[in-house]
């Protein structure tokens, strides 16, 4: 008995050929709007963030803070460009590691600020050294980052939906 089932390449297709919710990396197409708006305002406050960083000498800051608002920047220009090919694997990798990385970066931004906060206003109060703490929080992020890498290998290997 024959099948009516065609195999369709994913990396053949056009929006004109094939079916984005069957063969697009998502099931919608991105909108441009949304995605060019987000972009425009992590290139604004990436202008900010240096500018600041600068002024203020805060480099550890300046460095988390660059590195995940540029990933923002990838990841948001890659959802721009997969407005236009939704079928393109290399965008949907692009955007997928750029928005995931990303506030990982923010997060140790924030630990070193919790560092200095404790060593202002509650070293006392505090069971561990400020610098401890951060530590402790960046390892615990990179053990977190890394989980999740392994996690989307598999994922990505996987020969069933389950």
Request: with cysteine; glycine share 8%.
């Amino acid at each position: 008995m024959a099948s009516n089932v065609t195999y369709v390449d994913p990396r053949s297709c056009t929006y004109a050929t094939c079916s984005v919710a069957d063969y697009g990396q998502l099931s919608y197409i991105p909108s441009p709007t949304g995605n060019a708006f987000y972009l425009a305002l992590f290139c604004l406050s990436l202008l900010f963030q240096l500018l600041l960083g600068i002024k203020y000498r805060t480099w550890g800051f300046l460095a988390a803070m660059f590195g995940g608002v540029v990933l923002e920047i990838v990841g948001y220009a890659a959802r721009i460009e997969l407005h236009m090919d939704d079928f393109s694997n290399n965008y949907f990798i692009i955007y997928l590691v750029g928005l995931t990385i990303g506030p990982a970066f923010f997060s140790a931004a924030i630990y070193l600020c919790l560092a200095r906060i404790i060593a202002i206003y509650g070293i006392g109060l505090s069971v561990l050294k400020p610098r401890t703490i951060t530590c402790i929080f960046i390892a615990s992020n990179f053990l977190s980052l890394c989980l999740q890498a392994a996690a989307g290998a598999l994922a990505s290997i996987a020969n069933t939906e389950a």
